[in-house]
């Protein structure tokens, strides 16, 4: 019998070093051992994400959930956002917003692209990381493939 939760893989996209060490130190905290995929540009995510072709059937078969930053160096997280949402292989993964920007539009714009959270920095890293340890778990539940 395998462990499901642990086939979801937290992909992060978050260009500050330290943030991302606090963030993965906390996860770590709450018990949550799933691997970490870094990456500190979206460029470089969106090729993790969707493939050197651009068409995203290389995630079709993974259990992702996306920690994602707004403010990165090459492209905006809202980019990011869109174009996983609009994807039929990573549309069902939950995005996790973790921002500095508290803008109620932006807050908005992201939950209606379909962000399942939206973290503002600097965040209650108990929390954060109790909110990752649900989602990771709601994620697995979901992903079971369906016996016929």
Known sequence: ???????VTIVMVED?????????KNIRRA????EIVPFSNGTDALTFLFGHDGSGSVSAGRHLLILLDLNLPDM????????????????????VVL????????????????????????VNY???????????????VMQVPQTN
Do not use: W
């Not at 500050?16 to 060490?21: A, I, L, M, N, W």
């Not at 018990?31 to 799933?34: K, L, S, T």
């Open 1 to 7: 019998m395998t462990d499901e939760a642990k086939a």
């Open 16 to 24: 500050d070093e330290g943030h991302s060490r606090l963030i993965e």
């Open 31 to 34: 018990g949550v051992n799933n």
């Open 76 to 95: 905006t997280g809202v980019d990011i956002l869109e174009k996983v949402k609009a994807n039929q292989h990573t549309k069902l993964a939950p995005v």
């Open 99 to 122: 921002t500095t920007t508290d803008d109620a539009r932006e807050i908005q714009r992201c939950y209606d692209l379909g962000a399942n959270v939206y973290i503002t920095k600097p």
């Open 126 to 140: 108990e929390g954060f990381a109790n909110a990752i340890k649900q989602l990771g778990l709601f994620f697995s």
